[in-house]
């Protein structure tokens, strides 16, 4: 279950990717395969605490484990996933860090394969974007 809202404003969570290693590049399909980490920001009140009522412990690492009850973390989607369901590539075990103000940090690796429409009339000296769009699929602003 994710934290409430505050005011009735939706969680702000601060969304990361960061491409580690680029594995293959199909310029006639139009995928690009990378190994990506992605990083999740968040604060979730409901695991604060006051450090000086636990001997001054200001950080921990929770479970984040969605099957077993762990810590709540972020759905996401990458729109232009090529490859079906992604959460079958991306780790979803592993722990959250968690600071006694209830900011938690969150990051997890895996592969990611993206449609791109390579433009290549400049090729071989072409230069290509590849957009990543990446939104919450269970949960909206509202």
Known sequence: MPPLKINGAA????FQIMVA???????IAGLVHMQVSFRHWWNDPRLAWNPSDYHNITKIRLPINREQGGVW???FAVY???DG??????NTEG??????TGDVYWSTIGQLSVSHDFQ???YPYDVQK????????AYTAE
């Open 11 to 14: 969680l702000p969570i601060i």
């Open 21 to 27: 290693q680029i594995i293959a590049v199909d310029q």
């Open 73 to 75: 973390t972020p759905d």
């Open 80 to 82: 232009e996933c090529a």
């Open 85 to 90: 369901y992604m959460y079958d590539k991306i």
């Open 95 to 100: 722990l959250a860090q968690v600071n006694y």
């Open 120 to 122: 290549l009339g400049n």
């Open 130 to 137: 590849v957009d990543i769009t990446v939104e919450s699929w």
